[in-house]
């Protein structure tokens, strides 16, 4: 099935049954609700944010639920009381797969990272280092310049010398992201079809992806002109209504609509044809 083909099948199940759309955007607002409160929290209690968007993981997992329903058929079944309350009612059954998803994301960057350090430490001469960690502790102690700091000749010299390496480590861990978000989208899919968790759900996610990334991947891109639209739309919604709770819950709504909950059921259509191929191939 090509992309227009997913579309197509996504915008017709979303156009038959308004519920759906109703459990997205009451998914969307709790997260936002939860994130905002931990942001305010987090200015008191450190920490307390990252606390809560690890607890908060398995949340969007009521969209997985509404998506795969929506895409079988049984849309009429989709009601905000069970699907959109999935992650709270699932949390003990969902919680590790979601962690453990993250984890090994953030353990490949630091190791990306890490790496490229020390290819930076054996290319770039020694010096480079020593004046850059020189330059911060005389700006700390004798201004809070910015302007001051990056007019400083050393600084100038460090980041000629280090800014081709930082880029390619951006570079790098931009691509280890996109790859590793492509290889096991279907993780969450897999757990709900299948009930296979952890390592074990991630791992048939990237054997179902192989030799699809690709569409996955232009169907992301897809969604460019709709993402780039919606900032757009958040500064202006910004500028003319600087409450942020308020400004926060309108945007969430805005993406449910324009492009987020058609994407979410794409990604279900996508999963239901990759796994109906890999059956008969069986």
């Known amino acids: 099935m090509n ?24 998914i969307s607002i709790i997260t936002t609700i939860i994130d905002y409160l931990g942001q305010t929290l987090n200015v008191t209690i ?28 049984r849309g009429d079944e989709v009601t905000i009381e069970n699907e959109g309350l999935t992650g709270f009612k699932r949390f003990k059954e969902l919680f590790f797969t979601y962690f453990i998803q993250i984890v090994f994301l953030i353990v490949l960057v630091l190791l990306a990272s890490l ?11 020694e010096s480079v280092f020593d004046n850059f960690g020189l330059l911060l502790t005389q700006s700390s102690l004798y201004t809070s310049n910015f302007t001051t ?18 880029t390619l480590g951006f570079v ?13 989208a279907l993780t969450p899919y897999v757990l709900e079809k299948y009930k296979i968790y952890g390592a074990k759900a991630m791992s048939e996610s990237a054997r179902l992806m192989k030799g699809h990334k690709g569409t996955l991947f232009v ?18 919604i910004q500028i003319f209504l600087p409450i942020p709770l308020i400004s926060d819950l309108l945007i969430a ?19 239901e044809e990759i796994d109906l191929e890999d059956k008969n191939l069986i």
Request: charged letters at 10%; a neutral charge; glycine letters at 4%.
């Open 3 to 26: 992309i227009r083909d997913i579309k197509i099948k996504a915008k017709s199940v979303l156009k038959d049954h308004s519920n759906i759309i109703f459990v997205f955007i009451f």
């Open 46 to 73: 450190p920490f307390i944010s990252l606390l809560i968007s690890i607890i908060m993981l398995p949340f969007s997992h009521g969209n997985i639920v509404t998506a795969l329903k929506a895409v079988n058929e």
């Open 115 to 125: 790496i490229l350090f020390f290819i930076a430490k054996i290319v770039i001469d």
């Open 149 to 166: 700091i990056v007019e400083d000749p050393a600084f100038i010299k460090m980041a000629g010398a280090l800014g081709g390496f930082i």
């Open 172 to 184: 790098v861990i931009l691509i280890i992201a996109v790859m590793y978000s492509l290889t096991f």
């Open 219 to 236: 169907l992301y891109l897809s969604y460019l002109g709709w993402f780039l639209l919606t900032i757009v739309i958040t500064a202006v």
């Open 253 to 271: 709504v805005i993406m449910v609509y324009l492009f987020s909950a058609e994407m979410q059921t794409c990604l279900a259509v996508l999963f």
